[in-house]
C-alpha cells in the first residue's frame, strides 16, 4: 500500500519527466558536436518520428555556417526566462542559452528530445528528465585549436587560453558516453546515431522502469 502511494505521487509530480528520453550533447567549442548531430539526424530512417532535435536559444545573432538557433537580445531573454519560456537556461561564454519549454512536452508524450547544452546545465537537466542520457563530444586540445582559430571569432591566442581554462573539464560527466571526434565524421557520427538507436529503444520501454 505504502508503495502504491509512493508510485502515484512519483506519476503526479510534474517533474523529473518520467516518460522519454533526454539526450544531452555537450564538449569543447571546436569538438564539432553540430556536424555530429548533423550527421546523425540525416540518417535516422524510421526513427525520424520518434526522435526530436531541439533548436535552442542564444543571445547571439546566427552567422552563416554556424549552429542553426533562434536569437533574444539580452532583455527580451531574461523576459522570457522569467516568464517560464525555458525547460532550461544558463550563461557561458558571456551569452545566455535556453532550451524552449516545449522540450518537456515532446518527452513527456514518449519521444527522444536531443539538445546541444553546455556541461554545467547538465544537473538541471538532469533532475528534470528522469531518463537523461548525457554525450561527450570531444577532440584532443590541437584540433580544437584549430577549428577555433578558422572561425576567426577569436585570435589563436585567445583560443589555447581559453582551452587551457576549460581543461578536461568538459569530461567531468558522469555516466557521460564520450565520442571522440578528431577522425573522420562519419566514425563519430555513426557512434551518435548508435546512442540514438538505443535512446529510442530505452523510450519505448522506460514507462515501464
Known amino acids: 500500500m505504502i508503495s502504491a502511494s509512493i508510485e502515484r505521487a512519483q506519476a503526479e509530480a510534474p517533474f523529473p519527466i518520467r516518460h522519454g528520453v533526454f539526450v544531452a550533447v555537450a564538449g569543447p567549442s571546436g569538438a564539432g558536436k553540430d556536424s555530429v548531430m548533423d550527421y546523425a539526424r540525416t540518417r535516422l530512417g524510421p526513427l525520424s518520428g520518434d526522435i526530436v532535435f531541439i533548436r535552442r536559444t542564444i543571445t547571439r545573432p546566427m552567422e552563416a555556417g554556424s549552429e542553426i538557433h533562434d536569437t533574444l537580445d539580452g532583455e527580451a531573454f531574461a523576459k522570457a526566462e522569467a516568464e517560464g519560456c525555458f525547460a532550461a537556461s544558463w550563461r557561458a561564454n558571456g551569452l545566455a542559452y535556453g532550451i524552449p519549454a516545449e522540450a518537456d512536452d515532446i518527452v513527456g508524450s514518449g519521444c527522444v528530445v536531443v539538445a546541444n547544452v553546455s556541461r554545467g546545465a547538465m544537473g538541471t537537466l538532469r533532475e528534470r528528465y528522469h531518463h537523461f542520457l548525457p554525450v561527450i563530444v570531444t577532440a584532443p586540445s590541437a584540433i580544437l585549436a584549430e577549428r577555433l582559430s578558422a572561425r576567426g571569432r577569436e585570435s589563436r591566442e585567445e583560443v589555447l587560453a581559453r582551452l587551457d581554462r576549460a581543461g578536461d573539464r568538459a569530461l567531468q560527466v558522469g555516466d ?34
Do not use: P, T, Y
Open 176 to 209: 557521460a558516453v564520450v565520442i571522440d571526434n578528431s577522425g573522420a565524421l562519419e566514425e563519430a557520427g555513426e557512434k551518435f546515431l548508435e546512442v540514438l538507436r538505443k535512446a529510442a529503444a530505452w523510450s519505448d520501454v522506460c514507462d515501464m522502469v
